[in-house]
């Protein structure tokens, strides 16, 4: 099956993600009989998975709002779930539009610029 795309954990008073920067750590789509799965990447889209045809697919990697891996079919395996992202600060996280986060950030205030 697909890895798990990890965990990135940034601690700072203050942290800003602008211009076409952004954090990745999503998770690496599902192989079949024939074909190895893809790598996560970066950017907030999910990565397919390997077609062997006749409905023998591996399932897609998790990012952005997929948190879990698509399921295999037939001799498929599964894609990898996205991992986490952890940010810890005290005056807040500031995002530029066109910078990428993925997974989604789920808690905590954020701005996006």
């Known amino acids: 099956g697909g890895g798990a795309g990890g965990s990135v954990l940034i601690e700072a008073p203050e942290v800003e993600i602008s211009g076409n920067g952004g954090i990745a750590a999503n998770g690496g789509s599902g192989a079949?009989?024939?074909k190895?799965?893809?790598?996560?990447i970066f950017g907030d889209q999910t990565v397919p998975g390997a077609?062997?045809?006749g409905n023998n697919e591996g399932g897609d990697g998790g990012a952005g709002t997929a948190k879990t891996g698509g399921?295999?079919?037939?001799e498929g395996a599964g894609g990898g779930a996205v991992g986490r992202i952890v940010i810890n600060n005290e005056d807040g996280v500031y995002i530029n539009e066109g910078s990428v986060i993925s997974p989604v950030h789920s808690s905590g205030?954020?701005?996006?610029?």
């Open 71 to 74: 399921d295999g079919s037939l």
């Open 36 to 40: 190895s799965g893809i790598d996560g």
């Open 32 to 34: 079949c009989a024939t």
């Open 109 to 113: 205030g954020i701005t996006i610029e």
């Open 51 to 53: 077609n062997c045809g």
